[in-house]
């Protein structure tokens, strides 16, 4: 199914695909998944390093997914986060008011991954 939009750049509207639209939320919706299970874990789990966490949720979220080629790349890029105490240590000085803060914004994505998700369960593609 395909409807126009209107593109900024270009004087007519543009065809857009819904199929793709919604397979590009669904890409979208599994890395922020993603991402907020790895940060969470991390977060919960004040002595684990991010490499575990973000592995651990890989193996949860995307991994199911991909295939045997992409698999080994995403095992390369687990053993390339950063230390935990580089990676909060970047964050910002103040401990404390980092993990406030984070813990704000990871709230806010996971409330964004639901919304995605109950959107996601409604539609047909």
């Not at 199914?1 to 750049?9: G, K, N």
């Not at 990676?87 to 990871?106: A, C, H, I, P, T």
């Amino acid at each position: 199914m395909a409807f126009s939009v209107p593109h900024p750049l270009a004087d007519q509207a543009q065809p857009v695909c819904v199929d793709h639209a919604i397979t590009d939320m669904v890409c979208l919706q599994s890395g922020l998944h993603f991402t907020a299970k790895a940060l969470r874990q991390n977060i919960q789990n004040p002595s684990e390093e991010l490499s575990v966490s973000f592995r651990s949720a890989y193996g949860d979220t995307l991994k199911p997914h991909h295939s045997f080629v992409v698999k080994p790349i995403f095992s390369a890029a687990m053993s390339a986060t950063p230390y935990r105490r580089d990676f909060y240590k970047r964050l910002g000085e103040d401990e404390k008011k980092v993990d406030q803060q984070l813990r704000e914004w990871l709230e806010a994505l996971e409330k964004n991954v639901a919304i995605l998700n109950d959107y996601l369960k409604g539609v047909k593609w």
